[in-house]
């Protein structure tokens, strides 16, 4: 298994090559089926994180341009997982959030508050991400192998991580939404963030969301939550 540091080594060598280019991709908004955007279990950033992170995605617009989607402090999140395809229309009462909410409890009886350093800027083909650094990812591997597992098993396996869960708990601060309007100030902006401190986060609760996304802006619609009690 390759180590959290050599994936997001990856990624900023592919998202550095899109900045140079100055082609940056237009993430249009999804449609019911599409593989981004869906269901989700989410950690919703606390302020004495968002609010940095938030700060620094509103300075992006000097030298990536001023059209790209900037993350509200209150929408800052990494994913546990995504869940299922995107979905417009989710009741309050849908079955299908019912029983992830109830394979997530089942997975983190006992668990305790989730703890998460944010430190690095870096691009990625699709926008700008701060990478994060778990104080104990192999618990929180072992968390997703065992939810995988268990959905697998209740016939709910769909969507982006069907094959597999993810590995890093990155959060998104910028989605690009057309070219890079000076490629050199770009990757010189993230060259001096890439290293950058943007605090540790305690989460103490996991949220089931669904998305909404126009060109300009995005949100997350929060549908059951559940609380992280060691």
Not at 24 to 53: F, K, N, T, Y
Not at 57 to 80: M, N
Not at 193 to 220: C, H, M, P, Q
Request: with cysteine.
């Amino acid at each position: 298994m390759r180590s959290i540091d050599e994936q997001y080594a990856e990624v900023a060598e592919r998202g550095a090559a899109v900045v140079s280019s100055g082609r940056g991709h237009r993430d249009a908004p999804p449609a019911d089926g599409d593989s981004r955007w869906g269901l989700s279990a989410v950690l919703r950033l606390p302020p004495e994180v968002a609010d940095p992170i938030a700060e620094f995605g509103q300075s992006l617009g000097e030298s990536f341009g001023a059209d790209h989607i900037i993350y509200p402090a209150d929408q800052l999140h990494s994913t546990l997982r995504s869940l299922e395809a995107f979905r417009a229309d989710v009741p309050a009462d849908d079955e299908k959030v019912d029983r992830y909410a109830e394979l997530i409890g089942e997975v983190t009886v006992g668990l305790g508050p989730i703890e998460i350093a944010y430190r690095g800027a870096l691009a990625s083909p699709v926008g700008i991400l701060i990478a994060g650094w778990p104080a104990d990812l192999p618990r929180l591997r072992r968390l997703r192998t065992e939810l995988h597992e268990r959905m697998s098993v209740a016939g709910l396996l769909s969507g982006p991580e069907r094959g597999g869960p993810r590995d890093l708990f990155h959060a998104s601060a910028c989605v690009f939404m057309g070219p890079i309007t000076d490629p050199g100030a770009a990757i010189g902006t993230l060259g001096l963030n890439a290293e950058r401190d943007f605090g540790i986060a305690r989460f103490s609760r996991i949220e089931i969301v669904r998305y909404w996304r126009n060109d300009k802006s995005l949100g997350l619609v929060p549908l059951r939550e559940l609380a992280l009690a060691g």
